[in-house]
C-alpha cells in the first residue's frame, strides 16, 4: 500500500539558510499535518491543512511558512534556520472524512542545522 | 488545552511477559479519541491502539489492550507476550473532534526496553 513521502529524508544546512521540506500524502487523502520532534522529545504539532487550506495551526515559528498544493502535496518552508530548529519533522495524512480517521506518519525528514 | 502525561520515562519487561503503559490526560471534552503510537528506533510513527471516548468497551489489538477509564481520565495500554520487536518508544496521544482541530496531542514518551 502507499505511504506518506518524505523528502529529503536527511537535510544539513547552515544557520540562517533556508529549507524546504516536501510531502506526498497517501493518494485520496486531502489533510495534511506538519510535527516537529526535537531530540528525546514528544512530536509537536506544526499546522495542518484540509483541502488546501490551513485548517490549525501550533506552535510554528513566523520564519516556517506551509502550504498544500492542488495535488495535495504540502511544502514547509523554513527560513533563517536555527540551532535549535534541528529535529525531526514529521509529516502525516488523513483521508479527511470522519473524526475516526487514523493519520499516517510518513518516515520523516531529519534536518540538521549546523 | 488538552494535556498528557506520561509519568513513567522508562520501563522494561521480560520477554514473553506482560507489561502495563499508563496515561493520563485532561479535558473538558465529552468526546475525543486516544491513542497509542510506538516509535521504534527507526523513528518511524507506528500506531498500535486507539480509543473512541463515547466507547465504554475497551480496544483490543492482538497481543495490545487498553484499559480505558474515563472519569479518571486514564489510558493505559498492555502488551501482552511481550516480544524483543515491542522495543521501542510508546506515545500517548490525545485527538479532539472534527472541526479543523484535529491534531494530535502527545505525552511525553515511554522508553519501553524488552529483555530476551
Known amino acids: 500500500a502507499a505511504g506518506v513521502i518524505q523528502s529529503p529524508r536527511h537535510l544539513i544546512k547552515e544557520k540562517r539558510e533556508t529549507a524546504t521540506l516536501k510531502c506526498y500524502p497517501i493518494p485520496r487523502h486531502d489533510t495534511v499535518y506538519w510535527y516537529q520532534q526535537g531530540p528525546g522529545q514528544d512530536p509537536q504539532f506544526l499546522i495542518s491543512f484540509y483541502e488546501k487550506m490551513q485548517s490549525d495551526k501550533g506552535s510554528i515559528p513566523d520564519r516556517f511558512s506551509a502550504q498544500q498544493f492542488s495535488d495535495y502535496h504540502s511544502e514547509l518552508n523554513m527560513s533563517s534556520l536555527e540551532l535549535g530548529d534541528s529535529a525531526l519533522y514529521f509529516c502525516?495524512?488523513?483521508?479527511?472524512?470522519?473524526?475516526?480517521?487514523?493519520?499516517?506518519f510518513g518516515p520523516g525528514t531529519r534536518l540538521t542545522v549546523l | 488545552a488538552q494535556t498528557v502525561t506520561q509519568s513513567q520515562p522508562e520501563m522494561s519487561v521480560q520477554e514473553a511477559e506482560t507489561v502495563t503503559l499508563s496515561c493520563t490526560y485532561d479535558t473538558s471534552e465529552s468526546d475525543y479519541y486516544l491513542f497509542w503510537y510506538k516509535q521504534p528506533p527507526s523513528r518511524q510513527m507506528i500506531l498500535v491502539i486507539r480509543?473512541?471516548?463515547?466507547?465504554?468497551q475497551n480496544a483490543t489489538e492482538n497481543r495490545f489492550s487498553v484499559n480505558f477509564q474515563k472519569a479518571a481520565k486514564s489510558f493505559s495500554l498492555k502488551i501482552s507476550d511481550s516480544q524483543l520487536g515491542d522495543a521501542a518508544m510508546y506515545f500517548c496521544a490525545y485527538r479532539s473532534p472534527g472541526g479543523g482541530s484535529e491534531k494530535l496531542v502527545f505525552g511525553k514518551g515511554m522508553k519501553l526496553t524488552v529483555n530476551p
Open positions: 502525516a495524512s488523513s483521508p479527511g472524512t470522519s473524526n475516526w480517521d487514523e493519520q499516517f
Open positions: 480509543q473512541e471516548a463515547y466507547k465504554q
